[in-house]
Structures are given as C-alpha cells and as structure tokens.
C-alpha cells in the first residue's frame, strides 16, 4: 500500500497501473495453485533423470527437462514483465531504473515451488527482467520480440546464454 501511494503521488500513473496488475496475476496464479491439490507421485520430474547441467551460485547444478523448463520460463516471464514495467516508466518520463520495481524485486511470478529452488527462479525472472525492462523502457527490441499473440518473449540465443545448461552425456 505505501509502494501505491508514493506512486500516486509522484503522478506515476502507468507504473501504478502496471503495479496492480502484476498483483493481480499474482493473485490469480495463487489462487489457481492453491484451488487443487498437487500430487508429487504422479510428476514425472521425480522420476525422470537429470539430462542437464547448469551452473548457479559458483556451482554446478543437474536437472531434467522439467528444471529446465522452468528456468527457461522464469527468463521469459521476467522478460514479459520487465518490457511492462520499462514501458509504463517511459510512459510516466520516469527515470529508467529496473531495480527500483516492485516486480524486480518480488521475481516470483510464474513460480510454482517445484523443480528449482526460489533462490534460483527469482535469479532466472531478475535476469528476464532486466532486458525486458531495457527494451521497454529504450523502445526497442534488443532481447526480445512482440509474439503474434501481443506477449514479448525473449530471443532464443539471448535465453540460452542466460540458462547456459548443457547436456549431460
């Protein structure tokens, strides 16, 4: 509630907007996780084995292709969100800085609690973010494009180097 109020008050009416509507898919994608009860024997992660490796916080890391779906996806919905943000700052000729977003520092949209820890989707989402936010805000597409469908995605290339799995042998 402080966050809104100082955005009101600082006529910041697009990044207000924006804000509220990041909380509300929030608020959505929690009520739709907790409507069902999710069975950990039926997953297939589980019983899948790891085909990558990844390195995270100075060491290397394994995952299946769920893990690493999940990563991949993390990079995408920050991109998403961080091309919102920079552009309602944009809008609202407000001093582009991605660090000062509530979204930046949330970084847990499209987080389901499985597959990897918080630690590392919230890294993935910031670095998605980042460029999202550098595009919307430069009004260009550096890291990413505009799908057919009105979402941005990141570049595939872009993706992998920010991922950097490899497969294992």
Do not use: C
């Not at 299946?64 to 993390?74: D, I, V």
């Not at 990897?116 to 910031?126: K, L, T, W």
């Amino acid at each position: 509630m402080q966050r809104a109020r100082q955005l009101q008050q600082q006529r910041r009416t697009n990044q207000y907007r924006y804000q509220d509507q990041y909380n509300q898919r929030l608020r959505q994608q929690y009520v739709s996780w907790n409507s069902g009860r999710y069975n950990y024997y039926n997953d297939p992660f589980y019983s899948t084995p790891a085909s990558y490796r990844y390195q995270f916080g100075g060491q290397w890391h394994s995952t299946n292709r769920y893990g690493a779906n999940l990563m991949q996806q993390a990079v995408d919905h920050g991109y998403q969100e961080g091309m919102r943000a920079g552009q309602a700052d944009r809008y609202d000729g407000w001093r582009g800085d991605y660090r000062d977003n509530y979204a930046y520092q949330d970084a847990g949209y499209g987080y389901n609690g499985r597959y990897i820890s918080p630690a590392e989707y919230q890294y993935y989402f910031r670095q998605g973010f980042q460029r999202g936010y550098q595009d919307g805000y430069g009004d260009r597409y550096d890291y990413g494009y505009r799908r057919n469908d009105g979402n941005y995605a990141i570049i595939a290339a872009v993706l992998a180097t920010i991922v950097g799995l490899q497969l294992l042998n």
